[in-house]
């Protein structure tokens, strides 16, 4: 099968849109839609300058999504003073796993020639996930735990980095997962959250109070949001990056493996359902942030560690708590 757009052979079809392309016009189809999010997003201010540089930290984890997204945001702004680029990587403590993707994230960032940060849950909280998922004190998934764990660090060291933005690599499939997944569970909070983590144009500070953003919080942003996994994974193999494709071996999110299945199915049979989940949601989550715009809790700062929280001992806290008491 020829490519729609030249003679070469084409090496992916998107059912979605009908389009079959070769190599070299994915990879640039790819590329365009990151960064038309970046401009639509706003995410580079219009008085970014060379003396007031943007610093964006990427949540690198050596995967194949932080993988692409650095390598696409890096070749974009490589000769752009108004960017700063730094890569902040987590190793959870997961034996035989996070080595190798650490490994992947260290010749990316060489290659690439930005500051690479590495943290680790042991150095931070004197933990590694291995034992974690041992000793279980509030029997939860392992994923949990992590979650709590890697957004205060992620939180914390982007502030420390002076960061004005920062970056994961979240893709279409796992935003649509989370939104279905908000949806189904009627958490119309979640919701209204979920659109201050980068469903919305960044647009200064009026919009910033509009929705419910907090001086304690970097912003975040999903450059990565409009592209689906597989074609991820297709980009980071035709482009020959260090990605590390192997999945955690404490990953057990039930749930969101079976909205995950559900999606499939639902893309293989109405292509395009994805795309329209996003599009709906993201006008859903605008909404319901105005909604809760002045319902913000105020934040008080944890006992033991100073993080916003709205209670005596932030969560990260909590649970280290119910670690060591184990």
Same mark, same amino acid.
């Given at each position: ?7 070469? *052979? ?13 190599? !070299? ?14 401009? *639509?997003?706003? @995410? ?8 007031? +540089? ?11 999504? #932080? ?11 490589? !000769?752009?003073?108004?960017? *700063?680029?730094?890569?902040? #990587? ?9 080595? =190798? #993707? ?8 060489? *290659?690439? !020639? ?9 150095? &931070? ?8 998922? &041992? ?19 992620? #939180? ?18 796992? &935003? ?8 189904? =569970? ?26 419910? =953003?907090?001086? &304690? ?23 020959? @990056? ?6 955690? +071996? ?46 913000? +809790? ?24 119910? @670690?060591?008491?184990?």
């Amino acid at each position: 099968m020829e490519c729609d757009k030249c003679p070469s *052979e084409a090496v992916m079809h998107a059912a979605y849109s009908g389009l079959h392309m070769c190599e !070299e016009h994915f990879c640039a189809s790819v590329e365009k839609r990151v960064r038309r999010r970046v401009r *639509e997003d706003n @995410l580079l201010p219009d008085d970014a300058s060379i003396d007031d +540089p943007e610093t964006w930290v990427i949540g690198l984890s050596g995967g194949k999504d #932080s993988v692409v997204l650095t390598e696409i945001l890096a070749d974009t702004f490589a !000769e752009d003073p108004r960017i *700063e680029l730094i890569a902040l #990587s987590i190793h959870e403590g997961i034996e035989g796993y996070r080595d =190798e #993707s650490l490994d992947a994230s260290k010749e990316l960032t060489d *290659e690439l !020639e930005i500051q690479h940060e590495i943290v680790t849950y042991e150095d &931070e909280f004197d933990v590694q996930m291995d034992d974690v998922v &041992e000793d279980d004190p509030e029997n939860m998934s392992a994923c949990a735990y992590c979650g709590v764990f890697r957004r205060d660090i992620l #939180s914390r060291y982007a502030a420390e980095l002076d960061a004005d933005k920062l970056l994961t690599g979240h893709n279409l499939d796992d &935003e649509a997962e989370t939104a279905l997944m908000n949806f189904l =569970e009627g958490d119309i909070r979640k919701i209204s959250q979920q659109f201050d983590a980068s469903l919305g144009p960044f647009d200064g500070a009026e919009a910033s109070q509009t929705r419910g =953003e907090r001086e &304690e919080f970097v912003p975040r942003a999903k450059p990565l949001r409009d592209v689906p996994e597989k074609e991820v994974a297709l980009y980071a193999h035709l482009r020959n @990056l260090p990605a590390h494709i192997t999945e955690c +071996p404490h990953a057990e999110e039930a749930f969101r493996g079976e909205i995950q299945q559900l999606l499939y199915k639902l893309e293989e049979k109405h292509p395009g359902t994805r795309h329209s989940i996003m599009a709906g949601y993201e006008q859903l989550a605008g909404l319901a942030a105005t909604e809760y715009d002045d319902d913000n +809790p105020d934040l008080d700062e944890c006992e033991n560690c100073g993080s916003p929280t709205t209670g005596e001992q932030c969560r990260k806290c909590g649970l280290l708590a119910a @670690l060591e008491a184990v």
